[in-house]
């Protein structure tokens, strides 16, 4: 019992937010475009294809490694925020151009 005690209130003491001072207010530079939709506003199937994927990956992977009930569920969500970030990061590469 006290085990669980002292447990609950150390991750009440991490879990308390702490305060940040700063000078200058931070101001959003650019919105981040909102869901599956590309510039023209229209649905980009790649990258449903690739959210879909790392999906079904990730509750695959972690629902067999893991024995616990939402394992799956847990992984699903995991695979498709890891597929989402990989897919956007991927436009970095600049094409060289030619001589």
Request: aromatic share 8%; no cysteine.
């Amino acid at each position: 019992m006290i085990k669980m005690i002292l447990t609950t209130l150390v991750l009440f003491a991490f879990a308390s937010p702490l305060h940040a001072g700063t000078k200058e207010h931070l101001t959003l530079v650019s919105q981040p475009s909102s869901g599956v939709r590309d510039q023209t506003g229209s649905i980009d199937p790649t990258r449903v294809l690739a959210i879909g994927t790392g999906v079904i990956v990730g509750g695959v992977a972690i629902g067999s490694i893991f024995n616990f009930m939402g394992s799956g569920m847990v992984g699903a969500v995991g695979g498709g925020m890891v597929a989402n970030w990989w897919y956007k990061s991927g436009d970095d590469i600049i094409p060289l151009e030619r001589k």
